[in-house]
Structures are given as structure tokens and as C-alpha cells.
């Protein structure tokens, strides 16, 4: 299973039921470069940084579960292990999903604090949870070594147009010429299988780079308060729509979902302000039974995820593909990809 | 009521009641900036191009509309003219919706086409339909007298950066000057109340710039099977999540969910490849009733739509603000967006 369906190599393809699925002729698809990737260019996620969230079963009385797995070093580790106090305190279970706005967020909490009918009966939280300062938004570029590199190409505009910020490269330590062209900051990048950004600092005034986890579809985030505020980790919100990306930098991004995620992006929206669900409509808040860390569960119930190096040469590959797509369905290739359009492939292993 | 909440304000601002729903103190957000719009900026949609989409009631027994804007001239006109055929000889009155793909599209047509188990007994389309060639996937720039106008702003670095192809808009009659930074063109920019994206052409070998509307979330296309298919528009989909930009100039752009989004976007994912439900889950084909032309309904049915002018100064503004939030919640502004995080306003009139 993989963090959204890679299989979109016949994309739109509708006609006739055979022809939709039939293996593309000639250039790979996405998907199919990635099915090609060796066994140890995939890394497999620590129990630690897997969350496993259950949901009261749906209508249909089917078993409801999402896993997240949680933001590598060295981003945002202060909310990520008050996340994992929280759910080893039990504290998550019995809140609910109390916000849906169509196209932003799916938001889960206490619904006795963060809906607008609250009767101010929030749950107390653990006294021993970190307080993040907001500079804990971005690392030092220097912190990491950014490398995506996309293979070369007949027609690659994102490639050709971060050549030209190559010139901070030395000063950074940031490979920007292998970046992506991006709206929200200097160049767009990949590192350890995160989806990151860079402002490249500015050398004439001997500022250094710094970097940050970018607002894409399925991406986890800690809700807060108005500023100096930056939230514990108790609020979370996953994106549901298309990539917020004002929010980077705005708010601490501490995940991603890994599976399940269609069990939050197809909950029936909330109609109260900012997509609350009112108090009218109490009884769509989805009960969330329980959020455990992976590595304390018993091992028969532990679920196990890998996803595919962002260093490696088939990484390189797939996202070269994404950006020109040169499989059947495709006429004209767009030569350039948002970072979000290029998903790092993650996938369930041992069944 | 917009093609998504405009009330971003407050965002994701959770805390207490009172203060998610305060109006922001200093710098107006993006939507107090629309509200504030004159009367002569709003833009009325012809109700010839205005499509009603009643859905079957849901599991709840309420009706479910859903109103698509039709693109405008010059794009995509063949399609345009093909839907309002079939809409207006009933042709797709009892299809149903037969894909829900996760973060990718909701698709609906014939069920005995375009789902793996069809059973071949597809309706017969009426003669008289166009057959569009894949060159009306773009138009000529000069087709269009394209002009957004991101207002002064501190620190714009879509604008910034847009200006670094400014070279080009004597030789294009373009404005590049004005464009965003886009991963997938020269410069995104709007038009005429649409999202739009060009090449720039090339002036040194005399090519013209070529625009084409852009596959933004809530954006409607035309299904297709392999090229040269191009579709006739009897199959039709919606983006439910990231904008799949790599899909432009590779289908027909056919129009925009003005209003009931989220009756397509909440819909269960279906589990069969690309999204398409199985046989085993037939019964969550949503059926669809009728599709109408508003101008064919009786006036009391009629629904009547204005969008924000994207020539106005209040665009531009509004434009700016979501580039560069400074409202309350908001610590750094992103110093530029990415088109599809700039819809264009639209609403409901006349109740």
C-alpha cells in the first residue's frame, strides 16, 4: 500500500475495461520504474515513527485504520515525541475528528476544545510536553544533505530553471541545481524521503539556508493558536485537498499518512465555520478509538513500511518521470513537476 | 456560496470558539479583500453556461446538486458545445459516477463503458457530436489579452521571479511581467475569471505562445481513451485533490464545480484499479438523475452565478493577500503561490 495510489499509469484511460489496465507499451510509467526498484533502495520506517490510528467503524461496521508515520530528523522533533507521549499517555483515545473543510484539512482533537460549541471541558494534557519556539519550523540548511537528482531529459523546464540558482550551491551547501522549480521558495527538494524547501539564504549578507517539510496531500500538521502559540501536538490535521503550501513555515508539519488515508478524505464535510462540524452535526464527529506508536503494539498487530530512497537512482528516475510523462495516455509532456505531484513511494511490507 | 470556502481567515486557528471566528485585527485576509469588492467587479455566468448535476439523494435523503461552470471562449469550445448537447437530448440522465480516486479525480459517464466490468452494452451517443482534435487543447496567446496584476507587496517572489521573463511580452503580446512562477509553464496566470498557463512561445524561432486552462482542484475534463481521442464529453471528471497539473494539454478543460464539490469529493474511494468501483461495490455508483443547462430549467429553478473579475483591482489584491498572508494567524508570509491556490471567487445570487 502506498501513501496515495501509484497506479496511474493509464492515468484518465476510460474506453474499454481491458485496455485500462493493460501494461503501457513503450516508456515506463511512473509506477513502473518504481516496481523496478531493488530491495535495498527501500528503507524501512522505525515502529517508532509509525503511528497506527483507529477509528469507530464506519457505517458499514468495517475496521477503520490510518497509519502515520511520523517526521525524520531533524525536523520538528519536539512535537513528534510529544505526540508519542501523548498516545503512549492513552491521551488521544476517545476524541474525534471534529473538523472537515473540503479542499483544506481533515482535523482531529478534543472536541471539547477546538469546536466552536465547546463547553470548556477540554481534557487536561500531560504536564511534562514540550514547548516548541516557532524557530523550530526550519533547520539550518547546512543540517542535511539535499541530493535529489533527476535524470536527464529531452525537456525538462523544472530542471533547466533550478540550474539557475546553481550559483549559491557552495555557499549553501545545497545542491540547488538539482532543486525543483518552486512557488513558495527558492527551490524545492527532496531529502531522506521528506518533501522539503529552501529559501538558499543569501550569501551577499552571509545568511545561511534553511530548509522545511512542504504542505502536500497526506501530510500531518500540528494545529495551534494564534502566534507565539505553536500547539503540543494534541490538535493534528492532515491535508485533504490541494497543497496549502502558506502553511509551511506557519505551522510544524510532524507527519504523513502512510495507509488509510481515504478513511479521512471521504468523511462528509463539516458545515460550521472553517468546516467544524456543528453542534447540530455532532454525530458525524468519527469517534478515534485509539492512537498507538507501532513499536508498542504486540508484534502480530505492528504493521511495517518502507519507502524508496530519495538518494538512490530509481528515485531519480521516478521523479524525472512524473515531470514528463512519457507513457501512452501522454501527448505532451509537462517538463517540470511540483513537489507534490512527485509522492514518495511508500509501501506495506509482511503482509 | 464559492467552488470552495473563501472563509480561510482564521485557518487553521483552533483554540477557543470566540477567537476562530473573530474578525482578523490588521492586515485584511483574502476573503475580507473579496467581500469588500464593488458590485461592478462581479461577473455574471451566462446561464448557458451553467450545468445542474442532480445527484440521486444520499444515505441521508437530502438532495444533491452539483453546478458546473462551463469554460469560456476560447477554450475548449468543441467540448463545451458537445456537453450541452447531450445535457440538453437527456443523454446523461441515469449514468452514475463509476471512479473515485484518491487525491486524483471523480469521474462519472456510462457504466456499461467505462468501468472494468462493463458488459459492452454502452449508449449509443448522438451523431451530431463534434470530434475534437487535440491541437484545441491550447489556443494562440493572442487569442487572449491576458492581465493579472499582483499589487505592490514588500516581498513577492512570485512576482519577482516573473519579471525575470518579462523579455518575452513584446514578442508574445503577453504579460509576463505579471505571471506566477509556475512548475509547469513560463508563467501561470488568469484570464477572464479562468486559470491559465503558457509556454511563451519562442521568439527566436518565431513560434507564438500557445495558453491553456490549467487542472486546478474542483477544474471539470473530458475522459479520453488513447490518442488521437480526444472524448466527446460524454465521460467527465473532476479533480478531488492535488492539482494534476502533467494532465493539461493532455485532456480538454471543460469547465469548474461552482457549487456542491463536496457531494464528489466525500464520495467513498472505489477500490478497483484507477479508483473505479468494483462489481462487488456496484451499489456505490452514485447514480445521477439528470444533467441540465440552467437556461433550459424554469426561472424558479435557475441557478444564477457571479465570479470576481480577474481584471479588477480587487483580484489583484486578493491575488496578493494569498501569496502574502499577513493576517492574524500567519507568522512569514510565502512571498508567492502557486496558481491553484488562488481560485478564482465565485458565488451564489438571487438566493
Known sequence: MTRQPIALAAALALAFPVSAQEPS??????NEIVAEASAEEWVVVSADDLLVMTLAPGADGKERKVTIQLMSEPFSQGWVENIRMLARAGWYDGISINRVQDNYVVQWGDPNYDNPEADGTAKPL????????????????????LSVKLADSERDLALERG?????????????????????????A????????????????EGEPATVWPVHCYGMVGVGRNYSPDTGSGAELYTVIGHAPRHLDRNIALVGRIVEGMEHLSSL??????LGFYTAEEADKRTPILSIRVASDLPQAERPAFEYLSTEGE???RYADARANRRDPFFIVPAGGADICNIPVPVRRVGG
Chains 1, 2 share one sequence.
Open 189 to 204: 527538494l527532496f531529502d531522506n524521503g521528506w518533501p522539503l524547501a529552501t529559501d538558499a539564504g543569501d550569501a551577499t
Open 268 to 273: 462528509p464535510r463539516g458545515t460550521g465555520d
Open 314 to 316: 530509481t528515485f531519480a
Open 163 to 187: 540550474e539557475a540558482l546553481a550559483g549559491t550551491d557552495e555557499t549553501t551547501g545545497i545542491i540547488l541545481a538539482n532543486g525543483l522549480v518552486d512557488s513558495y521558495s527558492q527551490a
Open 126 to 145: 500531560p504536564e511534562s510536553l514540550n514547548a516548541v519556539p516557532e524557530a523550530a519550523y526550519t533547520v539550518d540548511g547546512d543540517a542535511i544533505a
Open 25 to 30: 507499451e513503450g516508456a515506463p510509467s511512473p
